[in-house]
């Protein structure tokens, strides 16, 4: 469930220029109250009782003046023009430019507690669940990196070779992130999958050799996920790899798409077709607005 603020962080205008407009609706605003406390000087010449009657006065009204009215009603005007949004279209084209790289740390300090392992092989196994569509690459590492499968969408496949990892298969015990990274970098598909995710889930630990490896495209979306992901190895702090703490129930793969949706968001900041205008529902309301003109007194005067 995507919270309020979540949305909040997403919302923007598509046509932010339009907000100018703004402008000439305060300064009308200002010149008719200028013009309603000048025909208030006619209190000095005639009286009281007959004023009430030839004057327009807008502040002489119960409830909304025709002075606000038309504050509000060009205020919602240029909002609906601006185009308010905070939701991506359903864009199926975009959604075949998404993969996810899983990287498993598979050493002998991620086996020391079975638990751990076999937690986040049923990790695994619900976040290719969530994501039944999308195509996913399976690597290990310890003291070397090695593919397990390619970029696929047979997750069975995945879930066969899962269950029979153990670190007793890797030739040599360690632990290079580097090597991995490294890997992933050579399988990545950018022009195929432009809008990849690499996601290492591991425990922490030091990399006592010294790393070579350079980094990725910033517009990569990078994820460590551990039980100690708090305390992320300074190597994948380094890489600007986002941390997703491990749990016992659903919430952090509830965070995990929602980070997926976050770097679609940032992706689509600038593109007004991948959003959403909200302008539109505020025709309604403006609608309403503009009904109440045809109330009798609702006069503004200007001379």
């Known amino acids: 469930m995507i919270s309020f603020w979540e949305y909040w962080q997403s919302f923007h205008f598509l046509r932010p220029w339009a907000l100018w407009l703004l402008l000439p609706a305060v300064l ?7 013009q309603a406390r000048l025909a208030s000087r006619w209190g000095q010449i005639i009286k009281a009782e007959y004023l009430d009657i030839l004057a327009v006065d807008s502040r002489h009204h119960s409830g909304l003046s025709p002075l606000m009215l038309m504050l509000l009603t060009c205020s ?4 609906v023009v601006a185009g308010p949004s905070w939701q991506l279209k359903a864009n199926p084209l975009k959604q075949t430019q998404e993969a996810i790289y899983l990287v498993l740390q598979l050493n002998e300090g991620m086996q020391e507690d079975e638990q751990r392992l076999l937690t986040a092989k049923l990790k695994i196994r619900s976040l290719l669940q969530a994501n039944k569509n999308m195509p996913v690459a399976l690597m290990v590492f310890s003291g070397s990196a090695h593919n397990v499968l390619p970029l696929s969408r047979d997750h069975q496949a995945i879930n066969l070779y899962l ?9 040599e015990d360690g632990y290079r992130p580097d090597l991995a990274m490294q890997y992933v970098r050579q399988q990545l598909d950018l022009r195929r999958y432009p809008q990849s995710t690499v996601v290492v889930i591991g425990n922490n ?7 070579q490896f350079a980094g990725f495209k910033s517009e990569l979306l990078k994820i460590y996920w551990s039980y100690d992901a708090q305390e992320m190895p300074a190597f994948f702090s380094e890489l600007n790899f986002e941390a997703l703490q491990m749990s016992t129930g659903d919430s ?3 965070h995990f798409k929602w980070l997926l949706k976050k770097q679609q968001r940032s992706l689509a900041y600038g593109e007004e077709d991948d959003w ?8 309604w309301p403006l609608l309403i607005l503009a009904l109440l003109w045809f109330r009798r007194g ?6």
């Open 28 to 34: 009308l605003y200002v010149m008719a109250l200028l």
């Open 76 to 79: 919602l005007a240029v909002m």
């Open 298 to 303: 609702m006069v503004l005067s200007w001379t």
């Open 163 to 171: 269950a029979d990892l153990s670190a007793d298969l890797m030739p």
């Open 252 to 254: 952090d793969l509830s």
């Open 205 to 211: 630990e030091s990399l006592v050799e010294a790393s």
């Open 276 to 283: 959403q205008d909200a302008g539109y529902f505020l025709l």
